[in-house]
Every structure is written in C-alpha cells, then in structure tokens.
C-alpha cells in the first residue's frame, strides 16, 4: 500500500496568505496542515509517500518535509505544472504506485477518524475503489453523493441544487486501474479533469465501496473553514 498527498492548487481564496507560501504549510493546531495527511498515512502503516505539488512553492515543501525521515516515511516528490483538477495530478503518481493499491489523501482535508479501520473495510468489501463521506451544511461547495437503502446511487460535483447533504471527503482508495480510468477522462466544464468523474468510472463498473466518516471532518481551503480546523484540533485531537 503507498500513499499519494495532493498538496498543489492555486489557493486563491487564502489571499493573501498564500501569496508567498503554500496553502498546505499553513498551521493547523502546532503543525503545517500537511502533516496531518503524513501523520495519518503513516498511522495506517503506510510507509512510501509521494507528495504532489505545483511549481511555485515545491522548494519550501521539500525543505519542509524532507525526506520523510521525521515522519517514519520515505518521501518522493512530483510537480503538477498546471492547477488542471485532481485527477490529473493524480495521474503524476503512476509510476510511484505501480501495479499497488494506494491511499489518495487532499492535503486541506482535516478529518479526525484514523485510516487503519477504513482501509480494512476497503479491502474486506473487495472493491476497486472507496469513498468517505460526511454530512454537511454545506454540500454545493464539495463533490456530493447520493445513497439510496445505503447504497451509492450517484456522485456530483458541487452541484447547484444538492440532492443530500453528503459530502465527498477528500480520503480516496483506490486499485492501479485507477490511472487508466484517469487517461479517458474529459475535462469538465471548469475545464479540469475532476475526481469526481473518476469515482463515476468505478461506479458505473460496481466498483466503488463507500463508508461514512464518525468523526470530524472539515477542509481547511477558505479562511473560515481553517479557523474551523484549527478549532477541531485543539478541542478533539485527531486518531492517527
């Protein structure tokens, strides 16, 4: 199992705070937010982690973080050249995972269940992909997912008019033919290749597990929802 961090973005409604630094080093609690999805990979076991990032600030994340041997991990890195969505970046990591199963994890997601139990499901349910979900008051600003006698029925992405108030969080597993499933994807709208879009392709086989979150979950992407972090922790530390 290997580890994939998505860290890049052009994180323009953190400005100007992210002018001259990426989004991703920014503090939650005592920490750079990036270490959260380092301290949780690794709570799973997970040992060989590829960070993803663009070209602006690559440098202060590899001063940042190193090798890996802080976190008990062994870090690579890759450049997304352009902000084209996440399931492009997400096609930088082929080489990295090869034939294995991996963990995609949103370097802004701040979520407080520990992995380890959602990977064991994931691997029990024998599907090619998982899911997690939150419920949220929010649901138009993420990708949203429609149950039906708790089976996923349908994914969006930030729709207009939500049919549920469940959230796409950013924690994504998936198997190898998720790089093929990448390559025939067609941008969107937003002209980005969307992970919605991938998640679909795994659903129209039967192959997506879904599972819902217990715990706390918020991305940290806008000024009000970093303060939302920040708070979480401190009142409810993460299970790594």
């Not at 982690?49 to 690559?58: A, K, P, Q, S």
Request: hydrophobic share 40%; aromatic share 8%.
């Amino acid at each position: 199992m290997k580890g994939v961090v998505l860290a890049g973005g052009r994180a323009t409604r953190l400005l100007p705070l992210t002018k001259f630094t990426n989004k991703h080093l920014l503090p939650v609690g005592r920490e750079p937010m990036l270490y959260h999805a380092l301290h949780k990979l690794r709570g799973a076991g997970i040992e060989k982690i590829l960070v993803i990032t663009g070209t602006d600030h690559m440098g202060d994340v590899v001063r940042q973080l190193g090798s890996g041997k802080q976190f008990g991990c062994s870090l690579s890195y890759r450049v997304q050249e352009k902000p084209t969505g996440t399931a492009a970046a997400l096609r930088l990591a082929e080489d990295f995972v090869g034939a294995d199963r991996f963990v995609v994890l949103l370097g802004d997601n701040i979520f407080e269940d520990a992995l380890g139990p959602m990977l064991r499901a994931w691997l029990q349910s024998g599907k090619g992909a998982r899911v997690h979900l939150k419920p949220v008051p929010d649901p138009g600003r993420y990708g949203v997912a429609t149950l039906r006698d708790d089976r996923l029925e349908e994914l969006e992405e930030k729709p207009e008019r939500p049919t549920s108030n469940l959230a796409v969080s950013g924690i994504y597993f998936y198997d190898a033919w998720a790089f093929q499933a990448a390559a025939d994807l067609r941008p969107s709208g937003r002209d980005e290749f969307e992970i919605t879009d991938l998640n679909r392709a795994y659903l129209d086989r039967g192959e997506l597990d879904h599972g819902i979150l217990e715990g706390w979950w918020t991305d940290a992407g806008t000024f009000e929802s970093l303060h939302l972090a920040n708070s979480l922790v401190r009142m409810r530390p993460a299970r790594f």
